[in-house]
């Protein structure tokens, strides 16, 4: 079923933008392109939580706090998954993991950093 391969993330200041990429590695086209693809996050002490997802159809969904400040996408050519990040404050800080769903499957990256502090 190959690997999620998570990049981009970081330490940004508070109010700035970050995109983190997700490349399903080893994944066949008509695997990834009808998969739902993901993000989630866990900040430290706290369960991981939904930040954004979208299906095969490109249909979209956001947690409540993340609405209007990030931008899912997905580039079924290049089997990657998009997420654009905008206004980050302190509370976004977390281990951002990318994830594959697919008939009742899940599959999960290995979590990228993103640190927002001034």
């Known amino acids: 079923q190959g690997q999620l391969v998570e990049s981009g993330g970081g330490l940004v200041q508070p109010g700035g933008s970050l995109r983190l990429s997700c490349r399903a590695s080893?994944?066949?086209?008509?695997?990834?392109?009808?998969?739902?693809m993901g993000w989630y996050r866990q900040a430290p002490g706290k369960e991981r939580e939904l930040v954004a997802t979208?299906?095969?159809?490109?249909?979209?969904n956001y947690a409540d706090s993340v609405k209007g400040r990030f931008t899912i996408s997905r580039d079924n050519s290049r089997k990657t998954v998009y997420l654009q990040m905008a206004g980050l404050a302190p509370e976004d800080t977390a281990i951002y993991y990318c994830n594959r769903k697919l008939d009742g499957r899940n599959y999960w990256g290995q979590g990228t950093q993103v640190t927002v502090s001034s």
């Open positions: 979208i299906t095969g159809r490109t249909t979209t």
């Open positions: 080893g994944t066949i086209t008509s695997v990834f392109n009808p998969s739902t």
